[in-house]
């Protein structure tokens, strides 16, 4: 199986189309996480009940975030996926997060993406045109997934698409 952390960032040179790659597809009452020494998904934690990933969560190859892992993403498309799929996106914002667990601070941003072959959302050219309502219920779930950790979670603001492709390069290896 591929080392799903050594893939390219991006998907072309000449584009801002990044590779993700799916750990947990939406739908999932539980997190995955790649594995690189098993080189398997394993599970990371089961969710509150009545939670589930409303779009495919996943991490952005070869690059590495604050918190020491790849740089999260959230997959913004209604199509099924799986565990490992890489799907070439297109960057459409960043939520800035900062996270507190047992008094340590660590950024811990989310950037969203759409995948480049992805119908029913091409027009989502920029995460901060999503309606007031969908920016509260993911702000809630996000809260949600942490919650049973005693984890805390600041937003510090919603960011577009071009401080999304900075903050993806600002993070590659």
Same mark, same amino acid.
Not at 53 to 77: Q, R
């Given at each position: ?14 584009? *801002?189309?990044? #590779? ?19 080189? @398997? ?13 409303? =779009? *495919? ?6 690059? $590495?975030?604050?918190?020491? *892992? ?6 913004? /498309?209604?199509?099924?996926? =799986?565990?490992? %799929?890489?799907? !070439?996106? !297109?960057? @459409?914002? %960043?939520?800035?997060?900062?996270? !507190?667990? $047992?008094?340590?601070?660590?950024? #811990?941003?989310? %950037? ?13 050219? *920029? ?7 969908? %920016? ?14 005693? $984890? ?6 919603? /960011? ?8 993806? $390069?600002? /993070?590659?290896?």
């Amino acid at each position: 199986m591929a080392n799903f952390l050594k893939l390219p960032t991006w998907a072309d040179a000449d584009t *801002d189309l990044a #590779n993700c790659v799916v750990e947990t597809p939406r739908g999932s009452t539980c997190k995955l996480d790649w594995d690189p020494k098993l080189k @398997v998904f394993t599970l990371a934690k089961p969710l509150m009940a009545g939670l589930t990933y409303p =779009y *495919d969560w996943g991490f952005i190859p070869s690059t $590495k975030a604050e918190d020491g *892992d790849p740089v999260d993403v959230l997959i913004i /498309h209604e199509s099924r996926t =799986y565990p490992g %799929v890489v799907l !070439r996106c !297109r960057p @459409v914002g %960043v939520l800035e997060v900062l996270q !507190r667990t $047992k008094g340590k601070e660590e950024r #811990n941003d989310r %950037v969203f993406a759409v995948p480049d072959r992805s119908p029913h959302e091409t027009d989502l050219k *920029d995460i901060r045109k999503l309606p007031a309502r969908a %920016v509260e219920e993911l702000e809630n779930f996000f809260r949600a997934t942490v919650a049973l950790e005693k $984890k805390e979670l600041e937003f510090l603001g919603w /960011h577009g698409p071009g401080h999304a492709i900075k903050t993806i $390069k600002q /993070h590659s290896k």
